[in-house]
């Protein structure tokens, strides 16, 4: 019954087989998944289970096949700012693994050291045109979906500072493990005359709490390694050198569940949150052309770009 939770078809398959099978058909007619489901998905992998298909090399996957670990690696010089191309890498990456039958979990990091990624492409947003931010935004609200909803283990490996979008980055995945040391992570959107999207404050809400959260999201806070762990914004920390070893330790912990189960008590706490924003993908779309493209977010946008210029 504890099989792999491939898609649909294996889903019907084990249901059909197995003694509880009533039970899991009820679960399933009750949450009704949605087309973007992971669970929902048909697996499309080929015979070796490998199907990493990415024309360039921003995002770096390997993947060990006896544990069915992959990891991911963000490789955007200089610091893995999150612009169209690399949106699109690992939206790419994350469904191919997602239907990579041998795939059981992600780590997810960065292949430059001390930064595992700086956020959205600041210059993806500053003076483009409406519907160009509108499509850059489609590709994030995508990515993340990707994220959020995946059936495989994920696990940040946050080897270096992780503002903004780093951090949304970090907050879809279901494990945090963070360098020690002047390391940063938190969502200081505010900073930038930005507001956070309601499915973003969500998850920090979910992880953090509310008043933690609030708080942090109002004053755009930017925490260090330690503040970020005692707040349970992350979950463990390692010396810099260390954290994908850790992250690979913790991953077989995790392993050691049965990834049906695992998988179905995510999405169950999860599902809430993606049918919302797929229901408001289009409002939250122009709420952020509109915000982004208004003349006195374009000019702090230009002041915070200056002020990292002038570091
Ligand atoms: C309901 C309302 C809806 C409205 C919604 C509106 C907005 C929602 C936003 C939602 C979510 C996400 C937002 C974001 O992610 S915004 C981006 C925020 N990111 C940051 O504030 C980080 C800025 N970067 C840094 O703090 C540092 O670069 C660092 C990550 C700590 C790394 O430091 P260091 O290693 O010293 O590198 P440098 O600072 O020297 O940077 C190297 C070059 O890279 C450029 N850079 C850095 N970050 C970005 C970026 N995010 N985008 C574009 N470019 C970036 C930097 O300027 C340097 O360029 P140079 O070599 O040409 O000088």
């Known amino acids: 019954m504890y099989s792999f939770i491939l898609g649909n078809e294996s889903i019907k398959m084990a249901l059909s087989v197995s003694a509880g099978g009533r039970v899991w058909r009820k679960f399933f007619k009750t949450f009704n998944f ?10 499309t992998c080929t015979a070796n289970g490998r199907l990493y298909s990415s024309s360039s090399d921003n995002v770096l996957v390997s993947k060990d096949e006896k544990s069915g670990i992959a990891t ?21 990456c994350f469904e191919e693994l997602e239907n ?14 001390k930064v595992f990624c700086a956020g ?11 519907d160009y931010v509108a499509q850059f935004w489609e590709k994030l609200q995508d990515m993340w979906l990707s994220l959020y909803g995946s059936r495989l283990v994920t696990m940040a490996a946050i080897n270096g500072h992780s503002p903004a979008g780093g951090c949304l980055l970090s907050l879809a995945c279901d494990y945090r493990i963070m360098a020690e040391g002047k390391f940063t992570i938190g969502l200081n959107e505010t900073q930038l005359d930005l507001v956070a999207p309601f499915w973003l404050r969500q998850t920090m809400v979910d992880v953090i709490g509310y ?24 979950d463990k920390l390692a010396p810099i050198e260390d ?26 706490s999860r599902k809430p949150l993606l049918d919302e924003l797929r229901k408001r993908k289009q409002e939250d779309i122009q ?25």
């Open 120 to 130: 959205l492409d600041i210059l993806e947003i500053y003076r483009k045109s409406p």
């Open 34 to 43: 949605g087309p973007n489901s992971a669970l929902k998905r048909f697996p």
């Open 211 to 234: 008043r933690q959260a609030e708080m942090a999201l109002m004053i755009g806070a930017l925490y260090t390694s330690n503040k970020a762990l005692q707040l349970g914004l992350v």
């Open 243 to 268: 954290v994908q070893t850790v992250a690979e330790e913790e991953v077989k912990n995790w392993l050691k569940i049965p990834d049906q189960a695992r998988a179905i008590t995510k999405m169950a």
């Open 287 to 311: 709420t952020f052309r509109d915000e982004t493209t208004r003349e006195s977010v374009q000019i702090s946008i230009q002041q915070y770009l200056e002020k990292l210029k002038a570091k």
């Open 100 to 113: 990579d039958k041998s795939c059981r979990a992600l780590i997810l990091t960065s292949q430059k050291p």
């Open 72 to 92: 991911v690696r963000m490789n955007n010089p200089p610091v893995n700012s999150l612009n169209s191309a690399m949106l699109v890498s690992l939206r790419s």
